[in-house]
């Protein structure tokens, strides 16, 4: 399994951008694909998922603005990034693996992880 993670950059706030990930032997019908993001010394935290069965979560910080989907043909998911703030700075993953729906906002639940890249939002 490969995920390599594109799309980041710099973008002032209240803009947006939009990041993929495209997954090499990747069933989508059976993983679920998830966005994390790490800022400068915080821990990585939940972004979104997006299960198998298309049932799709967010973190509350991003509800509302930030949208997940899926080209099932491409193998490749995308987020949708709205509204940035500065807050949204970080490096962004995309993981994919197959977690309990309880541990689905859990970084450990996910065996596969992208190499991350990087959105910076200026005020």
């Known amino acids: 399994v490969q995920l390599q993670a594109s799309g980041g950059g710099l973008v002032q706030a209240g803009g947006s951008v939009r990041l993929s990930c495209r997954a090499s032997a990747v069933d989508f019908n059976q993983y679920t694909m998830a966005w994390f993001r790490q800022a400068p010394e915080k821990e990585r935290e939940f972004v979104a998922a997006r299960r198998w069965n298309g049932a799709t979560y967010y973190a509350d910080a991003v509800k509302g603005r930030f949208t997940f989907s899926r080209d099932n043909a491409g193998n490749t998911i995308y987020l949708q990034m709205d509204s940035l703030k500065s807050d949204d700075t970080a490096v962004y993953y995309c993981?994919?693996?197959?977690?309990?729906?309880?541990?689905?906002?859990?970084?450990?639940?996910?065996?596969?992880w992208g190499p991350g890249t990087q959105v910076t939002v200026s005020s």
């Open positions: 993981a994919a693996g197959r977690p309990i729906l309880s541990s689905i906002r859990s970084e450990v639940a996910y065996n596969y």
